[in-house]
């Protein structure tokens, strides 16, 4: 009798599971190469070179007498000084600040080296690494990886490849943290209906209490899809507990369950309901949130900048043409930026940079995560074309491992 005790205090406090089930995922600490990222607004991209960090590559961006923007690997091969520190001397180039090697923004190559003279025996012998730029919905993304870059809009969400006319609004913001954490934090079930209910963003908007989900597969993307919502709970022998005030809103029926709660909104925007997504919250590889309202997409793209850091691109796309186009963006700067993609996505921020784990103990909301980390066992697809034929070939059953790793989520 004392020793079943034991075992079940001993089980109760375990500290729970680290991630050998994983071992993909715990290496991807530092991100995926061989992904497009979103690292920067366009608009804040000109002549003067930046310096970002993705996947712990350090990258030089800037722009060329062309004004296409060139992205190279942010580190002169003389003695390592960073190139973003330099200036250009010649068109299409930047010199290194050190010893004036001057490098080709196009193609990286050593044109000049200012410090031992026009018959240089340096130049053609070394070159920078480039990396594919791409301009997209106001942002500059950067294929980062030493592999050949493929188009952008196999990897872009589908809706953003050619849309209707839209405005867009964001944030990016350097923050603490993994970006695994960002990805899990952003596709977690549970969290919203608790963490967020005292965002400012939600104050006139009701949460349910708790739901029941299943997770479902479509091309590259996960969905999140609601079976059971239930407003409110007794918990027994501690009290009932809601999210219902009398100054907040329920969401209306025919939203439909894959656009988002968001209370009061009235009618659908019919592209958006046209994608008929099976959920509102959708998670890809590379670390892209996607999470559809009536009226708008709101994508979270998780940039990892190394181990420890993230680059948080909050975006919001509304299809509006005309003055509602207007009327947006004056609602985003007013409102929305301060709001959503503030004090609410900063409750996020908290949580990644507190959370603690491996070890955790799972619980049944966690299904999100589980389906999430699944993703890394298999190669990369990158188009939803590719994800669905791997689908279609993964003729085999679940890794023991995989199953195990179920197996520690209590439902
Ligand atoms: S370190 Fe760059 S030129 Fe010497
Ligand atoms: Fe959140």
């Not at 509602?324 to 609602?331: D, E, I, M, P, Q």
Request: proline letters at 6%; hydrophobic letters at 35%; a negative charge.
């Amino acid at each position: 009798m004392t020793d079943m005790t034991d075992k079940i205090r001993a089980r109760k406090y375990d500290q729970g599971r680290n991630w050998d089930a994983w071992p993909n995922y715990e290496s991807a600490k530092s991100g995926l190469l061989d992904y497009w990222y979103p690292v920067a607004w366009a608009a804040e991209i000109g002549k003067e070179p930046v310096s970002i960090r993705v996947c712990a590559i350090n990258i030089m961006l800037m722009r060329d007498e062309n004004g296409h923007v060139r992205a190279l690997r942010d580190r002169c091969p003389h003695r390592g000084v960073k190139l973003s520190q330099g200036i250009q001397e010649f068109p299409n180039t930047i010199s290194c600040p050190y010893h004036g090697w001057t490098y080709n923004l196009e193609d990286g190559e050593l044109v000049a080296v200012i410090t031992d003279g026009p018959d240089s025996r340096m130049c053609g012998a070394v070159a920078v690494q480039t990396f594919a730029c791409e301009e997209r919905i106001g942002l500059v993304w950067v294929f980062v990886g030493n592999g050949e870059a493929y188009p952008l809009d196999e990897q872009l969400p589908a809706e953003l490849v050619d849309p209707p006319e839209f405005a867009v609004g964001g944030r990016i913001e350097e923050r603490t943290g993994n970006w695994r954490f960002y990805a899990e934090n952003g596709f977690d079930e549970g969290h919203a209906k608790y963490l967020h209910r005292t965002a400012i963003w939600r104050t006139f908007k009701m949460m349910p209490t708790w739901n029941k989900i299943h997770i479902e597969k479509e091309g590259r993307w996960l969905y999140r899809v609601e079976d059971e919502r239930y407003w409110e709970a007794e918990f027994p022998g501690v009290g009932k507990w809601t999210n219902d005030r009398w100054w907040k809103i329920k969401p209306k029926q025919q939203q439909g369950k894959f656009l988002g709660n968001t209370g009061g909104s009235g009618r659908n925007d019919p592209y958006i309901e046209s994608q008929n997504f099976p959920g509102f919250a959708s998670l890809s590889l590379p670390g892209v949130l996607r999470i559809a309202y009536p009226q708008f997409i709101h994508y979270e793209f998780y940039v990892p900048i190394d181990a420890e850091n993230t680059r948080y691109v909050g975006v919001m796309v509304q299809f509006k043409t005309g003055l509602k186009k207007l009327a947006f963006y004056f609602h985003y700067l007013s409102r929305i930026r301060w709001l959503f993609h503030g004090q609410f996505s900063g409750q996020d921020h908290w949580m990644v940079a507190e959370t603690d784990a491996p070890p955790e103990r799972l619980y049944r909301p966690d299904i999100s995560l589980i389906e999430w980390r699944k993703l890394f066992n298999g190669s990369h697809p990158i188009s939803d074309d590719a994800a669905r034929k791997m689908d279609d070939c993964a003729q085999a059953p679940a890794t023991d491992k995989t199953s195990e790793q179920e197996s520690t989520v209590n439902d």
